[in-house]
């Protein structure tokens, strides 16, 4: 099994950052694709974005110029690094992790990214 831990979210003015990380242990050695997907409140949880072992990434549009993913395979780490947040990013993020490309096989308990207006 893998465990992921999500931390770095928190209260943010529009126009601010935050850094996301998400620490993997366990069978780590099963792992490929890691990731981000939030939920807002009322929708349904959406894909933001992800990185492969050998550091091919891919994204929602929508967070395309705002949002770097990056990992360090040495650490088992995954982060996000949000600029410009806005409050429509609003949402709880959560982690994930796979031995494929897609980031849905493992789930971290998510953290809360508020931004206000």
């Known amino acids: 099994q893998v465990q992921l831990v999500e931390s770095g979210g928190g209260l943010v003015q529009a126009g601010g950052s935050l850094r996301l990380s998400c620490a993997a242990s366990g069978r780590t050695v099963s792992i490929d694709g890691m990731g981000w997907f939030r939920q807002a409140p009322g929708k349904e949880r959406e894909f933001v974005a992800a990185i492969s072992w050998s550091g091919g990434t891919y994204s929602l549009d929508s967070v395309k110029g705002r949002f770097t993913i990056s990992r360090d395979n040495a650490k088992n780490t995954v982060y996000l690094q949000m600029n410009s947040l806005k409050p429509e990013d609003t949402a709880v993020y959560y982690c994930?992790?796979?031995?494929?490309?897609?980031?849905?096989?493992?789930w971290g308990q998510g953290t809360q990214v508020t931004v206000s207006s």
């Open positions: 994930g992790a796979g031995p494929g490309s897609w980031p849905d096989a493992y």
